[in-house]
């Protein structure tokens, strides 16, 4: 009989082998990537742009553009569009982001043949009306206002600007200013530039029909191109910004800095040392000023990579009068870190949550798509995540150490509060 009382024995799991997609160039030179594994009658069509705001020539252009590529096309109006799709039970979504602009088409397996030209036609001819514009500029002016009384978002927004400049894609934001500066004309010229396919992603039920059909159907598309833009980098030195709020209660910390990319030694490094300090709910910051000090509900520190930047953010929401003590605070975290090993106690709980929560991202087949489509589309080698748990598995204290002395230096990092 089993004895629930006893803990079963842990194993250690140091695969993490990604299915191979099937790869096909289509002649327009559009990359099909198919990925089996769905066992339901259903499918996910995601369509890839290099079209987000690094490419604007005006900010809110790759935002707008994308949105509206649903309000209505040449044969369909918005409300047409809609009805059809719901009539099928087929879901669309619209993600613009900053290096790149996804439209997806969920829909079941076997109205595929309906609702896919549907959605084609959606991508290829928009027609970007004038009064659907006018209303979603309107709807997003109103977020806009309420989004801009948060002190958080107010403070993420500073610190983006301040770490990359007022100017640059990754530093600016779309103010009210912005969409009242865009027009059709505007949208049609970006479309028309940047929102061509490059990729296409497909999960689904390992079907050659399928797949033939989507090969077809797909090969309408112009050929993809590539417009590199250079941007000068941000020499600024660190500094403290504060927003002060007569009538907040409580002000959002935000901490960050440029810090290195994917393809650099000691990313791997780097990206496990953040977990350490402030990547999970058992972190250092996370340890020391919410559960000992009681200064937050909650703090966090992420390593965001992007196609050509990276930026590492510490944030959190605390008590006016504590503002002074929680940059102190974290400065003391992060001074341990350059000076004093990481314990072997903490080390191996940190290492088994962090591989825990990376092979637990492959639950179902589109979570495992998403990390093929983030070694494709970042250009990576395909054992990445496999490279990337066997580094963890066998990091050390003194690798973390030399990493926290090159690159988590307290004094290098953009400080902003507000409230």
Do not use: C
């Given at each position: 009989?089993?004895?629930?009382?006893?803990?079963?024995?842990?194993?250690?799991?140091?695969?993490?082998?990604?299915?191979?997609?099937?790869?096909?160039?289509?002649?327009?030179?559009?990359?099909?990537?198919?990925?089996?594994?769905?066992?339901?009658?259903?499918?996910?069509?995601?369509?890839?742009?290099?079209?987000?705001?690094?490419?604007?020539?005006?900010?809110?252009?790759?935002?707008?553009?994308?949105?509206?590529?649903?309000?209505?096309?040449?044969?369909?109006?918005?409300?047409?569009?809609?009805?059809?799709?719901?009539?099928?039970?087929?879901?669309?979504?619209?993600?613009?982001?900053?290096?790149?602009?996804s439209i997806a088409l969920y829909s079941l397996s076997k109205n595929l043949h309906q609702v896919f030209p549907a959605f084609s036609e959606m991508v290829r001819t928009p027609t970007f009306p004038e009064s659907e514009l006018r209303h979603m500029k309107e709807v997003f002016i109103q977020n806009?206002?309420?989004?801009?009384?948060?002190?958080?978002?107010?403070?993420?927004?500073?610190?983006r600007k301040n770490i990359f400049g007022s100017t640059h894609p990754y530093g600016s934001s779309i103010e009210q200013e912005d969409v009242n500066n865009l027009n059709r004309t505007d949208l049609f010229q970006y479309f028309n530039e940047y929102l061509i396919p490059s990729e296409i992603f497909?999960?689904?039920?390992?079907?050659?029909?399928?797949?033939?059909?989507?090969?077809?159907?797909?090969?309408?598309?112009?050929?993809?191109?590539?417009?590199?833009?250079?941007?000068?980098?941000?020499?600024?030195?660190?500094?403290?910004?504060?927003?002060?709020?007569?009538?907040?209660?409580?002000?959002?910390?935000?901490?960050?800095?440029?810090?290195?990319?994917?393809?650099?030694?000691?990313?791997?490094?780097?990206?496990?040392?953040?977990?350490?300090?402030?990547?999970?709910?058992?972190?250092?910051?996370?340890?020391?000023?919410?559960?000992?000090?009681?200064?937050?509900?909650?703090?966090?520190?992420?390593?965001?990579?992007?196609?050509?930047?990276?930026?590492?953010?510490?944030?959190?929401?605390?008590?006016?009068?504590?503002?002074?003590?929680?940059?102190?605070?974290?400065?003391?975290?992060?001074?341990?870190?350059?000076?004093?090993?990481?314990?072997?106690?903490?080390?191996?709980?940190?290492?088994?949550?962090?591989?825990?929560?990376?092979?637990?991202?492959?639950?179902?087949?589109?979570?495992?798509?998403?990390?093929?489509?983030?070694?494709?589309?970042?250009?990576?080698?395909?054992?990445?995540?496999?490279?990337?748990?066997?580094?963890?598995?066998?990091?050390?204290?003194?690798?973390?150490?030399?990493?926290?002395?090159?690159?988590?230096?307290?004094?290098?990092?953009?400080?902003?509060?507000?409230?």
């Amino acid at each position: 009989m089993l004895d629930r009382k006893i803990a079963p024995p842990f194993l250690k799991s140091t695969s993490f082998i990604l299915p191979n997609p099937t790869t096909v160039q289509l002649t327009n030179g559009i990359n099909l990537h198919f990925i089996a594994g769905v066992q339901q009658d259903i499918i996910k069509i995601e369509f890839i742009f290099k079209a987000g705001k690094w490419f604007e020539s005006k900010v809110g252009l790759s935002h707008f553009t994308a949105q509206m590529m649903e309000r209505g096309t040449t044969e369909k109006t918005s409300a047409e569009l809609a009805e059809f799709f719901d009539r099928y039970g087929a879901h669309i979504e619209i993600s613009p982001g900053l290096d790149f602009t996804s439209i997806a088409l969920y829909s079941l397996s076997k109205n595929l043949h309906q609702v896919f030209p549907a959605f084609s036609e959606m991508v290829r001819t928009p027609t970007f009306p004038e009064s659907e514009l006018r209303h979603m500029k309107e709807v997003f002016i109103q977020n806009l206002k309420v989004n801009n009384e948060k002190n958080s978002v107010l403070a993420s927004k500073a610190l983006r600007k301040n770490i990359f400049g007022s100017t640059h894609p990754y530093g600016s934001s779309i103010e009210q200013e912005d969409v009242n500066n865009l027009n059709r004309t505007d949208l049609f010229q970006y479309f028309n530039e940047y929102l061509i396919p490059s990729e296409i992603f497909v999960v689904s039920k390992e079907d050659k029909s399928t797949m033939d059909y989507i090969i077809k159907s797909a090969d309408v598309f112009l050929s993809p191109h590539t417009r590199d833009k250079i941007l000068p980098r941000q020499l600024s030195s660190p500094f403290l910004q504060k927003k002060d709020k007569s009538n907040s209660v409580q002000s959002s910390v935000r901490l960050g800095k440029k810090t290195i990319s994917r393809n650099h030694s000691d990313y791997f490094n780097l990206l496990f040392l953040n977990h350490i300090l402030g990547g999970y709910f058992g972190s250092r910051l996370m340890k020391n000023i919410r559960e000992e000090k009681g200064l937050t509900y909650g703090i966090q520190s992420s390593l965001n990579s992007l196609v050509n930047e990276s930026f590492i953010v510490i944030g959190a929401d605390v008590n006016k009068e504590n503002e002074t003590l929680i940059f102190q605070e974290i400065k003391n975290e992060i001074t341990q870190l350059q000076t004093i090993k990481i314990k072997d106690e903490e080390l191996e709980a940190a290492i088994g949550h962090f591989t825990g929560s990376l092979q637990s991202e492959t639950a179902n087949p589109f979570s495992v798509a998403e990390k093929i489509k983030t070694i494709k589309l970042f250009s990576l080698p395909d054992n990445y995540y496999q490279s990337l748990l066997e580094k963890v598995y066998s990091i050390n204290s003194n690798q973390l150490l030399s990493t926290a002395q090159s690159h988590l230096n307290e004094d290098e990092l953009f400080k902003v509060v507000v409230g």
